[in-house]
């Protein structure tokens, strides 16, 4: 198993980053779209980020094209939707593959959690959501429909935030 904090990403902006730098505490893992019928989950995301950020959660969206071509946006203009539509103020990644052969690093990490019901493997569709624990240890996997201000995710953060 890999070392999730020191795997290489890159930011929306072209900066070079690690899952260390973006999240002293816990981390939610999401892959993001702006075309896409579950988009709107990008206002509970931005909540979770501002409820939750002082106490160590930093929410991470990674914008993915890989279904039905759902995030067709330049960096700019993904950036630009998700600021004006949404508000969002938490990390952007750059857009990135999260399944088959040009699955990010990062992904080829995160899907061998399993799922409540066992299931590990692909990201089943935009906006599946990963926790992660201080010192990224992945905790849970929340398949995409599930909303990130569910029940089981707030307990689920809650349970893992330093403070």
């Known amino acids: 198993m890999t070392d999730l904090a020191g795997i290489p990403l890159t930011t929306l902006d072209g900066r070079s980053t690690t899952l260390a730098e973006l999240a002293d505490g816990a981390a939610l893992v999401v892959n993001v779209a702006s075309k896409c019928g579950l988009t709107p989950q990008y206002t509970a995301l931005e909540q979770l980020a501002k409820e939750y950020g ?23 203009e993904i950036q630009t939707f998700c600021s004006t539509t949404y508000g969002v103020t938490f990390p952007l990644l750059e857009k990135t593959d999260v399944n088959g052969d040009g699955r990010h690093p990062l992904y080829a990490e995160l899907t061998r959690t399993a799922d409540d019901s066992g299931e590990a493997g692909d990201v089943q569709w935009n906006f599946e959501k990963f926790l992660l624990a201080p010192g990224s240890k992945v905790v849970k996997r929340f398949r995409p429909r599930t909303a990130p201000d569910a029940p089981e995710v707030i307990s689920a953060i809650e349970a893992v935030l330093p403070r």
């Open 54 to 76: 002082d106490r160590g959660l930093t929410v991470i969206g990674v914008p993915c094209n890989q279904f039905m071509g759902q995030e067709p946006g330049s960096a700019e």
